[in-house]
């Protein structure tokens, strides 16, 4: 079983199809966190380290690309999935000036988004496998996709978290 060295995550595969309850859960804690305007948001802690409002908008968009994802794997028979290119993102996309309202209503609706497209998925569908290219070359199962998902929600998460603390550094 993999397992995350920072965080604890577990890559449990049989519970893989909880992970759109999982997903929709993670989400309502980011749009709390989101929406709690005492915070700096915008502010970055370190000059390489993502402000919370651009660690938010890196996990929307990591749910919209995983969902894109797993309709692909439904289509094809083993896909190949290049980068999502999150570094490039945050300029591109401009995270930084985005309004922390609008991130969190869209970080819950991409994954409501998943959830309906992972509780379609039937047995045959789960063990379907892609190739996955971050952060190495591997072929994975769509379990371990919506697992790798579920870790990303949280992990990002608990980076904000730890940001936002306290007297912490960023906040």
């Not at 929709?24 to 919370?52: F, K, N």
């Not at 290219?133 to 998902?149: D, G, K």
Request: hydrophobic letters at 35%; glycine letters at 8%; aromatic letters at 6%.
């Amino acid at each position: 079983m993999e397992r995350c060295g920072e965080c604890g995550f577990e890559y449990d595969l049989g519970g893989a199809p909880k992970a759109g309850a999982a997903i929709v859960e993670g989400a309502s804690q980011w749009a709390v966190i989101l929406s709690d305007d005492t915070t700096s948001l915008r502010h970055r802690p370190r000059p390489d380290t993502w402000s919370p409002l651009e660690y938010g908008c890196h996990v929307r968009d990591v749910l919209l690309v995983q969902r894109e994802r797993v309709l692909a794997a439904r289509r094809t028979d083993r896909p190949s999935f290049d980068p999502m290119g999150r570094d490039e993102r945050v300029e591109h996309d401009g995270y930084a000036h985005q309004h922390p309202d609008a991130v969190a209503r869209q970080l819950s609706d991409a994954a409501g988004m998943l959830a309906n497209v992972l509780h379609r998925l039937d047995a045959r569908d789960w063990a379907r496998c892609v190739t996955y290219n971050y952060p190495q070359r591997l072929e994975r199962s769509l379990r371990w996709v919506a697992l790798h998902t579920v870790h990303e929600v949280r992990h990002h998460l608990a980076d904000v978290r730890r940001q936002l603390a306290p007297g912490s550094h960023g906040s």
